[in-house]
Nanobody, 118 residues
C-alpha cells in the first residue's frame, strides 16, 4: 500500500524559507520520478517540480530559481527547499510519483500547508 507523508509546512513571512519533506512507502522509490505539487485555494493542483532517478530536475517557471527539489533514496524521501517565498506560494503542497499510477487515479497524501504572509 502506497503512503506519502508530507511535512514541513508552516506560516512564514514573505521572503522567508521552508524545507518540505515527503516520505514515501509502498513504492520502489529509487526507480521512480518524484514530484512536488501544490494546490492553492480555488485552484487546481499543479506540478511545480520534479526530479528523475538520476537527479535531473525540472521546475515550473513560477518557482524556478527559488525552489530546489532533491531526493535521498536511502531514506525514501524527497525534499523541496523553498526560498524567497511569496504570498502567491500559499497552498497545500503534495508529493507524488508521476507515471506510477498508470490508468488509475493517484493516491494523494494529506499534504502540508504553506502560508506566506505579506
Amino acid at each position: 500500500q502506497v503512503q506519502l507523508v508530507e511535512s514541513g509546512g508552516a506560516l512564514v513571512q514573505a521572503g522567508g524559507s521552508l524545507r518540505l519533506s515527503c516520505v514515501a512507502s509502498g513504492i520502489t522509490f529509487s526507480t521512480r520520478v518524484m514530484a512536488w505539487y501544490r494546490q492553492a485555494p480555488g485552484k487546481q493542483r499543479e506540478l511545480i517540480a520534479s526530479i528523475s532517478t538520476g537527479g535531473s530536475t525540472n521546475y515550473v517557471d513560477s518557482v524556478k530559481g527559488r525552489f530546489t527539489i532533491s531526493r535521498d533514496d536511502a531514506k525514501n524521501t524527497v525534499y523541496l527547499q523553498m526560498n524567497g517565498l511569496k504570498p502567491e506560494d500559499t497552498a497545500v503542497y503534495y508529493c507524488n510519483a508521476p507515471g506510477y499510477w498508470g490508468p488509475f487515479d493517484p493516491y494523494w497524501g494529506q499534504g502540508t500547508q504553506v502560508t506566506i504572509s505579506s
